[in-house]
């Protein structure tokens, strides 16, 4: 007899963490998972590549009104959340009710991406003053409170993430945060590309009995603006692209939480244990393979 193959609904599917996921996921025969890849627009050309795969469901609808997806898809073994600051919805609103929602239906094990706060032990108690930091402490705080007062059996785990690799492209955007990076000054910066997001969400997966419960940071790298010019070189042969301090600093006066969060690195800064997570996912990538695989 067959088994039925477990389904993992995947928030954010068509974007950087969800897609990554679902990549990780895609590479593993036989597939461990059945993804039901949540959009919010099933006919962009995004999702219709998603629709193309094999052992993927679209499904088209919002985590902020979860209770349709669970109508519509019994027995979901697992849940991948992420929220986005800065949308017209709330991150909280993006998350409360679907926990609420996952606890209801039974699911087994909800994996949440949230942000370093200072390493595994401070990150559980601070919650700093950047907003987007604050919006996420509170899901965390909501999940383990959920799942505690209602006796639910839904194990979790939390994935705090640092800053992208992926932020540092070569257009005006990717300069800005490359000058904001120069502004933190001698302290190092940690960081993890996208694609790793998505290897360890996995693996929190894929291994429960070491995932569960936890709340981990996650990170690939640390290092200060002046070692990675010369990391960057010696990797690609030619110089970062950068852009005047006066971009960074324009950007940080005026993107208000974007300026407190560079401060904050500045200050106090993300402390992931790297040597952890390179023990728990071994391909995860430094800056010089980054440069050189994605």
Same mark, same amino acid.
């Given at each position: 007899l067959k088994m039925a193959i477990r389904k993992l609904l995947v928030v954010g599917a068509t974007g950087k963490q969800g897609g990554s996921l679902i990549t990780a996921l895609s590479g593993i025969s036989p597939p461990p998972f059945h993804v !039901?890849?949540?959009?919010? /627009?099933? @006919?962009?050309?995004?999702?219709?590549?998603?629709? @193309?795969?094999? %052992?993927?469901?679209?499904? #088209? +609808? =919002? =985590?902020?009104?979860?209770s349709k997806i669970f109508a519509a898809h019994k027995d979901i073994y697992g849940v991948f959340s992420m929220t986005m600051p800065r949308t017209?919805?709330?991150? #909280?609103d993006q998350a409360m009710s679907l926990i609420d929602q996952a606890i209801k239906h039974g699911v087994k094990h909800f994996v949440f991406t949230s942000v370093d706060r200072g390493g595994d032990v401070v990150s559980?108690?601070?919650?700093t003053e950047i907003d987007h930091f604050v919006t996420k402490f509170?899901?965390?705080?909501?999940?383990?409170?959920?799942?505690? #007062?209602?006796?639910?059996k839904m194990q979790w785990t939390i994935l705090r993430l640092v800053a &992208?690799?992926?932020? !540092?492209?070569?257009?005006?955007?990717?300069?800005?945060?490359? =000058?904001?990076?120069? +502004?933190?000054g001698f302290k190092p910066l940690q960081l993890i590309s996208s694609r790793?997001?998505?290897?360890?969400?996995?693996?929190? &997966?894929?291994?429960?009995?070491?995932?569960? +419960?936890?709340?981990? =940071?996650?990170?690939?790298?640390? !290092? %200060? &603006?002046?070692?990675a010019k010369v990391v960057f070189k010696e990797t690609l042969g030619y110089e970062m692209p950068q852009t005047f301090g006066l971009v960074g600093w324009g950007i940080k006066k005026g993107v208000r939480?974007? +300026?407190?969060? &560079? /401060?904050w690195f500045k200050e106090v800064g993300c402390k992931a244990d790297l040597k952890e997570c390179k023990g728990l996912v071994p391909e995860t990538q430094d800056f010089a393979s980054w440069l050189r695989e994605s």
């Open positions: !039901l890849a949540l959009t919010r /627009d099933a @006919s962009s050309p995004s999702a219709k590549r998603l629709a @193309s795969k094999p %052992n993927i469901t679209l499904v #088209e +609808g =919002s =985590s902020s009104f979860p017209k919805v709330s991150e #909280e559980d108690m601070n919650a509170r899901v965390e705080e909501y999940l383990k409170k959920r799942t505690g #007062e209602t006796g639910s &992208f690799f992926d932020n !540092l492209t070569p257009d005006f955007l990717g300069k800005g945060f490359a =000058s904001m990076w120069a +502004g933190v790793d997001v998505g290897l360890f969400a996995a693996k929190a &997966f894929l291994k429960p009995e070491v995932f569960q +419960g936890r709340a981990l =940071s996650i990170a690939g790298d640390e !290092l %200060n &603006f002046e070692k939480e974007m +300026g407190m969060m &560079f /401060d």
